[in-house]
Structure formats: structure tokens, C-alpha cells
């Protein structure tokens, strides 16, 4: 009996003490922090939910996602890395990659893109904003374009087939008129012209139609802006921006969606976001929202800006690197993707042609009302380009000239000083020849 | 409890730093780090944040004198800070003027004029924005069915209405906490001398001319300078309203230096452009507290 009592005894301490044991004796839980500039609260909950099931399936990796704005991400992120408190994965844009990877944190991704590259079929448009100096520098994991978006009800009363929108330059600046002319609507489309990312996006997706992409020259310290496409295609901006709604100078994304909305305009060159605002805020059938591709002039080319989004790796910790790894190939299965793209339906675009076909993706309520436009805007995404980011070599000056908008400066000197297009663009490309000196 | 600490100061001049050393170390990590690192900084060839740079001299300091989006942002920004402090102090001495009357509801307003100041600036400018949009704004609304206008016009979208629009939004977040100011100086003015001065037959601009403004000038004087450092500096309604924009119009001082450090990504010239700021608002301040309050005095 007595030995039986030291027997448990010894056992219940023994249980006690592997209890308290430090962790190093059990399974090491790998901690990342991940930070992202996916602000409004729907896309926060979308991937909570996405790294919720991650963490499920491997319990020993702990994903913490911290929100910020773009307008804080670059002082943020540089302080952070500062003060050696930089997150583990860090999403962003292309330029911003440009920016963050000078103060050395950004890590090569060659062996992740690689694995995942074995595995899918990765859209190139989305990787090669992001190679250079021989590496990869991020992980692509959705993109953004531009459509043109219509109301089929405006354009059935200007006696227009609502199925048709307009494919030309020529054809939207005709059917501008004639539904202004019909009474239909008091303007024709959406310009914003503030000094701002949507200002650069609207004036990029033109000039990428009038095959104007480029800003540089085959020379890294070459700037080729000041070209006779840049100059037509800033003449046609002018003639759309003399049919936009007054104000435009301080306009961003938001305006030109709640004018197409409110039928104050009869177009709207948007994200695909917008179908979020459509949604909230149209409340009409959706049956009247159309879209087309991003019209382009006679001699041009099927264009859009395209935004490749995706996640930079800042930590060197090969435990970290190696749960990073497996976080990103679980974002990556189809099924998953699709889940996580529909974080914002209609905006984050697929990446690899798998997660284009995932049942995840396509069975979202939303995605499946709009899917008709959705199809457009990932069929579009193939001919999205992104300034700077054009040539096979990305060009690491375009870090200096993105943050000043330029694209919208440009038109802006048209609109408020009078510049022609010619001297415009003139002042343009010697304001970026000034940035990469 | 007071009285003994004050005599163990007294005994112990120690003990006295001791106590004020906390706010002073936070002063130091707060302001004078800052404004060393920046007076550092300008005179290197930082470009980006995190670059260590090369010793310049006074490179980017000249570069400012030359550049005239500089030129251009110096002369916005007296203009900016001149019309807010008039019509700040203005508005905020009528407004305690009236607070400072009988009337039944006044205690209601002296506690709802405040809410513009608690309202935080980014509702604030979002709800301006909104309200001043041309096309979907309620106040182009309200002046298009009064006929005051045939037109909209695009308040902050064009250069000739969005700094004086901005001035007038940025009065109307500032004036409550200077109104209150006023009002509390107001207050402590002995009614006798209004008494003495009516019954002495004095009109009511005479007893404002020879009571109140004289009773009230040092608080004036404060509220003026305090009131002209803050517009000077005041950056968050201008970046939410405008972005500086359209063009440059309403690019002052701190936008050019937010713009050029973290847009253009010339850290060191945006550092000389704030040291250069500092030390104008430090001599304007040392120029006024001794020319103004000596004639307060």
C-alpha cells in the first residue's frame, strides 16, 4: 500500500512537473506576424478566417495579422524595421517592394516561387513586377485591374445597345456625347485628377491602351515619358476629363463609383472593388451594371494597370522562413485561394489559373451574381501591366518617382495651369529624370 | 501634503530634480532627440529612411532657397497661418462674447460649441468632404435651390476656392477651444467696473474699449500665439481635405515636408525644410512674447 502511494505520488509529480516544463521540451510553436494594408473590416474577418483554419491544421505555427493604412505603411514599416520590430510577412505592391527592400530586410523568395511554380501555373504578370537582381522579392497572391463600367439602363435609354459598351477611344468619346446630348446623363465619366495613387492608376490604364507603358528607356537612368503616345494619350485624357463632374481635382477612387452609381456619369474606368459599392450602394437590380474592357484607341492595345499584390518575407529566422513557407503554399492550394481572394469579391483576382477555377471562388454569393463581369476582369488582368515595371528588369529608380504621382501631376499642369499636352509631359518627364538623379 | 514636500525641496534641492526628472527625460525623448536627429539629418544626402547618408554641409539647405515649391509653401503657409489666426480669434471672441451673455440655453452651448474640437480630424475632413463635394455635396445643394448659384462649385477642387475653404473648416474645428479660453478671461472681469462704467453713462463699445479688451488682452495675446504656431503647423486636416492639392494650392509648410520625405523619398531635404520651419517659428515666437507682452504690460 505504501509503495503504491509513492508510486503515485511520484507519478502525479512527474505529471506536474512535464506540465510546467518550459517549451523548448514540447512541440516548438513557431510565432509569424504578418502585416497588411487590407484595411476595411471585411477583409480583416476573410483572413482571420483563412488563417484561423491554417493554425488548425498546423497547431504549432501561430499567424497574427496586424492592419495599417498605405498611408502609414512606408514610415511604419522602416521604423519597424529600425527598431529590428519588423513583421515576419509583409504585404504589398510592387513599388513598395522596390522601397522597402533598400533597407536590406527584404529576403529572396526564390524557393517558394519555385515550389509554387512546380506546382500551379502562376500568371506571369503577376511575378515579374517582382523579380530582379536575379531573385524574387515576393510572392504574388491577387491582382487588381481596371474595367470600364456602365449602367445598360442609361444606355438603353440613350438608344444604345446596353450589351455593347465601347471598345475605342473613338466609340467612348462618341457614345459620351450622345448619351450626354440625349439628356441621359449630365456627364460622361468619372476623372479623378488628385494628386494620388487613383489619379496615376486612371491616367496608366490609358496610356498602357495607347502602348505608352513605358517610363524607362532599355537604361536604368533613362526616362523615355516624354514620347509622341504619351502626348496623344494625355489629349484624350483632356477630352474625357472636359466631360467629368467639377471637382475632380479632388478626387480619388470613391467619387467616380458614387457618380456612376448616382447616374451623374454615364462611364467609370474603377476597380473592380466598385462592385462592393454597387452593392451597398445601388441597390438595383444587378443586371445593370456592365462592363468592358478598358477602351483603347484604333492603333492601341488590349491594357490595363494591374496591380500584382503579394507578400514579402522580412525574417531571417529559418524557422520562421520555413513556416512562412508552408503559410504561403496552404494560401496558395486552389480551394484556399479562392476563399482568401473573396475577401473583397471582384478586387483580389486570382493569381495562378487553379485558384481561376476553384469552387471557392466562384460559389462566393457575390462573385456569383457578378461572374459575368468577374470573367472579364480576370480575362483583361492578362494584358495588366504596372509603371516601371514593364521592362524584364525591374527598374529600381521607380520607387522615387511612384511616391509623386507624377501620371496625375501631369494631368493636373493641363487642367490648372493650361499646359498643353506636349509641355505637360515635357515637365513630367524632367520632374522624373529630376527623381532619379 | 503639499507643504511637506515643498519644505523637503527646500532641504533637499535632489529631491526636487528627482521628481521633475521623469517629464524631462520624456521631453528629451520626445522633442530634443527629434530635433537633433532632423538638424543631423539635414545635413546628409539621405534618401531614403534607414540610409545612414553622406556628410553635405549645407547642400540641402541651399537646394531649398532654389527650389521654388519651397518659395511657393513659405508664402502659403503665412497666408494660411495669418487668415486662420484672424478668423479663429475672431470667431472665438464673438462666439465667447455672445457665451458670456444670459440668455436661457447657454449653459446647452457653451458644452455643444466644443464639439467640433472633440470630433477627431479624420470624421471631421471626411464629413467636410462630403458635405463640400460639388456633385453630391449638401452645400452646393442647399446654394443651387436658393438660387445663390447656377453652377456648383468645387470648394476643394479648385485652386481658387480650396485654401480659403480649407481655412474656413480649419476655424471651425479651432475656434471652440480659443472661444473658451476667451470666455473663462471674460468671466473674471469684475461686473462692478461695467456697473461704475454704465452708471458714468459709458455706451456699450465704450465699456468694450476701455473694460473688456484691456481686462482680456493677455489672454488675447496668448490665444494669438498659440493660435498662430498650431495653424502653422497644422497638418492632419490639410493632408485629409486637400493633400495639398489641387496642384500646390494649399501645399504649406508641413505638407512639403511630409511630400518631400516620404513621397519623393529625400528624407534630408525635408529635414532641412523642418529645421527651417523650426527656427522661424522659434524667432517669430521670441520676436512676439517680447514686443507683445511687453506692450500687454
Given at each position: 500500500m505504501k509503495r503504491l502511494k509513492l508510486l503515485v505520488t511520484l507519478a502525479s509529480l512527474g505529471a506536474l512537473c512535464l506540465a510546467m516544463a518550459p517549451v523548448s521540451l514540447r512541440a516548438e510553436t513557431v510565432s509569424l506576424t504578418l502585416w497588411h494594408q487590407e484595411q476595411p473590416p471585411r477583409r480583416v474577418k476573410r483572413y482571420q478566417e483563412v488563417f484561423d483554419s491554417f493554425m488548425k491544421e498546423y497547431p504549432n505555427i501561430k499567424v497574427t495579422q496586424h492592419v495599417q493604412t498605405w498611408g502609414e505603411a512606408y514610415t511604419k514599416t522602416m521604423a519597424a524595421i529600425r527598431a529590428r520590430k519588423a513583421p515576419d510577412l509583409l504585404f504589398g505592391i510592387p513599388e513598395f517592394t522596390v522601397n522597402i527592400k533598400r533597407s536590406r530586410a527584404v529576403q529572396p523568395v526564390d524557393e517558394i516561387v519555385e515550389l509554387l511554380k512546380g506546382k500551379y501555373n502562376i500568371y506571369n504578370a503577376t511575378l515579374q513586377p517582382y523579380h530582379y537582381e536575379g531573385h524574387f522579392w515576393s510572392v504574388p497572391l491577387y491582382g487588381m485591374n481596371h474595367l470600364l463600367y456602365y449602367r445598360k439602363s442609361v444606355f438603353e435609354a440613350g438608344g444604345m445597345d446596353p450589351e455593347a459598351p465601347p471598345k475605342t477611344w473613338t466609340e467612348l468619346l462618341s457614345a459620351i456625347d450622345r448619351l450626354r446630348g440625349a439628356g441621359v446623363v449630365q456627364y460622361g465619366i468619372g476623372v479623378p485628377v488628385s494628386k494620388s495613387l487613383a489619379g496615376d492608376q486612371f491616367m496608366y490604364s490609358l496610356l498602357v491602351t495607347n502602348k505608352a507603358e513605358h517610363l524607362f528607356g532599355e537604361r536604368k537612368d533613362e526616362i523615355i515619358f516624354d514620347n509622341p503616345r504619351t502626348v496623344d494619350t494625355y489629349k484624350f485624357w483632356k477630352k474625357l476629363y472636359d466631360t467629368a463632374p467639377p471637382g475632380g481635382l479632388s478626387w480619388q477612387w470613391v467619387e467616380p463609383q458614387l457618380a456612376l452609381v448616382n447616374r451623374q456619369t454615364a462611364f467609370g474606368i474603377i476597380l473592380g472593388g466598385f462592385l462592393g459599392h454597387w452593392e451597398e450602394q445601388a441597390k438595383e437590380k444587378v443586371e445593370d451594371l456592365g462592363a468592358g474592357f478598358v477602351p483603347r484607341p484604333e492603333d492601341g492595345q488590349p491594357g490595363t494597370i494591374y496591380y500584382s499584390n503579394g507578400v514579402m518575407l522580412l525574417t531571417k529566422d529559418k524557422k520562421k522562413r520555413e513556416a512562412a513557407k508552408t503559410l504561403i503554399e496552404y494560401l496558395y492550394r486552389p480551394e484556399v485561394m479562392g476563399y482568401f481572394l473573396n475577401a473583397q469579391p471582384g478586387l483580389f483576382l486570382p493569381?495562378?489559373?487553379?485558384?481561376?477555377?476553384?469552387?471557392?471562388?466562384?460559389?462566393?454569393?457575390?462573385?456569383?451574381?457578378?461572374?459575368?463581369?468577374?470573367?472579364?476582369?480576370?480575362?483583361?488582368?492578362?494584358?495588366?501591366?504596372?509603371?516601371?515595371?514593364?521592362?524584364?528588369?525591374?527598374?529600381?529608380?521607380?520607387?522615387?518617382?511612384?511616391?509623386?504621382?507624377?501620371?496625375a501631376q501631369v494631368g493636373q499642369k493641363m487642367v490648372i495651369d493650361g499646359l498643353s499636352a506636349e509641355d505637360a509631359v515635357k515637365w513630367g518627364a524632367e520632374k522624373m529624370r529630376e527623381a532619379i538623379k | 501634503m503639499i507643504d511637506k514636500v515643498k519644505t523637503k525641496i527646500q532641504q533637499d534641492p535632489l529631491f526636487g530634480y528627482l521628481l521633475i526628472a521623469p517629464i524631462f527625460i520624456w521631453i528629451a525623448v520626445t522633442l530634443f532627440y527629434p530635433l537633433l536627429r532632423a538638424i543631423y539629418d539635414s545635413f546628409m544626402n539621405i534618401e531614403f529612411m534607414g540610409e545612414e547618408g553622406n556628410f553635405v554641409g549645407f547642400h540641402n539647405y541651399v537646394r531649398l532657397i532654389h527650389d521654388s515649391e519651397f518659395r511657393g509653401s513659405f508664402i502659403r503657409t503665412l497666408i494660411w497661418t495669418g487668415v486662420n489666426v484672424f478668423f479663429q480669434v475672431f470667431v472665438a471672441f464673438f462666439a465667447s462674447v455672445i457665451l458670456d451673455l444670459e440668455f436661457k440655453g447657454k449653459r446647452f452651448m457653451r458644452i455643444w460649441i466644443l464639439l467640433p474640437w472633440i470630433i477627431p480630424v479624420i470624421v471631421l475632413a471626411t464629413i467636410w468632404r462630403w458635405m463640400l463635394d460639388p456633385s453630391l455635396g449638401?452645400?452646393?445643394?442647399?446654394?443651387?435651390?436658393?438660387?445663390?448659384?447656377?453652377?456648383?462649385?468645387?470648394?476643394?477642387?479648385?485652386?481658387?476656392?480650396?485654401?480659403?475653404?480649407?481655412?474656413?473648416?480649419?476655424?471651425?474645428?479651432?475656434?471652440?477651444?480659443?472661444?473658451?479660453?476667451?470666455?473663462?478671461?471674460?468671466?473674471?472681469?469684475?461686473?462692478?467696473?461695467?456697473?461704475?462704467?454704465?452708471?458714468?453713462?459709458?455706451?456699450?463699445?465704450?465699456?468694450?474699449?476701455?473694460?473688456?479688451?484691456?481686462?482680456?488682452?493677455?489672454?488675447?495675446?496668448?490665444?494669438?500665439?498659440?493660435?498662430?504656431?498650431?495653424?502653422?503647423?497644422?497638418?492632419?486636416?490639410?493632408?485629409?481635405?486637400?493633400?495639398?492639392?489641387?496642384?500646390?494650392?494649399?501645399?504649406?509648410?508641413?505638407?512639403?515636408?511630409?511630400?518631400?520625405?516620404?513621397?519623393?523619398?529625400?528624407?534630408?531635404?525635408?529635414?532641412?525644410?523642418?529645421?527651417?520651419?523650426?527656427?522661424?517659428?522659434?524667432?517669430?515666437?521670441?520676436?512676439?512674447?517680447?514686443?507683445?507682452?511687453?506692450?500687454?504690460?
Open positions: 493569381v495562378t489559373e487553379e485558384a481561376a477555377k476553384a469552387n471557392s471562388f466562384w460559389e462566393d454569393p457575390m462573385v456569383k451574381k457578378y461572374a459575368h463581369i468577374i470573367k472579364r476582369e480576370i480575362e483583361q488582368s492578362k494584358y495588366g501591366k504596372l509603371y516601371g515595371f514593364t521592362r524584364d528588369e525591374v527598374n529600381p529608380n521607380i520607387g522615387r518617382i511612384a511616391g509623386q504621382y507624377l501620371l | 449638401i452645400v452646393n445643394y442647399v446654394l443651387r435651390v436658393t438660387a445663390t448659384i447656377s453652377s456648383p462649385i468645387p470648394f476643394l477642387g479648385s485652386t481658387d476656392y480650396a485654401m480659403i475653404t480649407a481655412i474656413l473648416v480649419n476655424t471651425w474645428r479651432w475656434f471652440p477651444f480659443y472661444a473658451v479660453m476667451i470666455l473663462a478671461a471674460l468671466q473674471i472681469i469684475p461686473t462692478e467696473l461695467y456697473e461704475a462704467a454704465k452708471i458714468d453713462g459709458a455706451s456699450f463699445f465704450q465699456q468694450f474699449q476701455h473694460i473688456t479688451l484691456p481686462s482680456i488682452m493677455p489672454v488675447l495675446v496668448t490665444v494669438i500665439l498659440i493660435c498662430s504656431l498650431w495653424a502653422a503647423n497644422v497638418f492632419d486636416m490639410l493632408w485629409l481635405l486637400t493633400m495639398g492639392g489641387p496642384g500646390t494650392s494649399t501645399q504649406t509648410f508641413p505638407i512639403y515636408i511630409y511630400q518631400k520625405g516620404f513621397q519623393e523619398y529625400k528624407l534630408s531635404q525635408a529635414a532641412a525644410a523642418a529645421v527651417f520651419m523650426f527656427l522661424f517659428l522659434l524667432i517669430y515666437g521670441t520676436i512676439y512674447l517680447r514686443n507683445v507682452t511687453m506692450e500687454t504690460e
